[in-house]
T-cell receptor, first 111, second 113 residues
Framework: EAQVTQNPRYLITVTGKKLTVTCSQN?????MSWYRQDPGLGLRQIYY???????DKGDVPEGYKVSRKEKRNFPLILESPSPNQTSLYFC??????????FGSGTRLTVV | KNQVEQSPQSLIILEGKNCTLQCNYTVSPFSNLRWYKQDTGRGPVSLTIMTFSENTKSNGRYTATLDADTKQSSLHITASQLSDSASYICVVIRNSGNTPLVFGKGTRLSVIA
């Protein structure tokens, strides 16, 4: 089944403790992207990647890092999480950079 | 400024009734417009894709319309079901730029028995 898989689905962590949210797609898509979704703000793009080793900032990149060492994986790294990064995170992939398939989401709480 | 405005913010309807969700945009250059359905706690799932030349497109009980002149789109849901309860997000895709997707904030639809 074609899908985007994120892990974990739920995560509670403490301020300052580094964490990684993994994302993997099995559709051989070149484009991958990370979004966060907050009440009243909708989906906002954090980082995106157009291919292996090609990444760029989205609208809200502060406090996040990404890497794209292989085509199928696009992990999101929070080096020093803060409470304002509590949010619902979505990874997505696309073959054309326009129509994205989304993962099921990771609900992150930073206390 | 590239923006997508959706209305209403939320809507409650009785099962079996029809409803229409609105999307107005000021995005350019326009490539296409997509409606997504997002169940609570899940990722958005694409319902329809509309290009500049398309006025109407249906997907089962969902019918999307697009007026590229007035920059308006609507999503009409016929004979609503309890499973239609979700957020519906309008996304306008630009034909250029590094971040081509412009998201609306969504309409939260609740269908009640």
């Amino acid at each position: 089944e074609a899908q985007v898989t994120q892990n974990p689905r739920y995560l509670i962590t403490v301020t300052g403790k580094k964490l990684t949210v993994t994302c993997s797609q099995n559709m051989n898509h070149e484009y991958m992207s990370w979004y966060r979704q907050d009440p009243g703000l909708g989906l906002r793009q954090i980082y995106y990647s157009m291919n292996v080793e090609v990444t760029d900032k989205g609208d809200v990149p502060e406090g996040y890092k990404v890497s794209r060492k292989e085509k199928r994986n696009f992990p999101l790294i929070l080096e020093s999480p803060s409470p304002n990064q509590t949010s619902l995170y979505f990874c997505a992939s696309s073959w054309d950079g326009y129509g994205y398939t989304f993962g099921s989401g990771t609900r992150l709480t930073v206390v | 400024k590239n923006q997508v405005e959706q209305s209403p913010q939320s809507l409650i309807i009785l099962e079996g009734k029809n409803c229409t969700l609105q999307c107005n945009y000021t995005v350019s250059p326009f490539s296409n417009l997509r409606w997504y359905k997002q169940d609570t706690g899940r990722g958005p799932v694409s319902l329809t894709i509309m290009t500049f030349s398309e006025n109407t497109k249906s997907n089962g009980r969902y019918t999307a319309t697009l007026d590229a002149d007035t920059k308006q789109s609507s999503l009409h849901i016929t004979a609503s079901q309890l499973s239609d309860s979700a957020s519906y997000i309008c996304v306008v895709i630009r034909n250029s730029g590094n971040t081509p997707l412009v998201f609306g904030k969504g309409t939260r639809l609740s269908v009640i028995a």
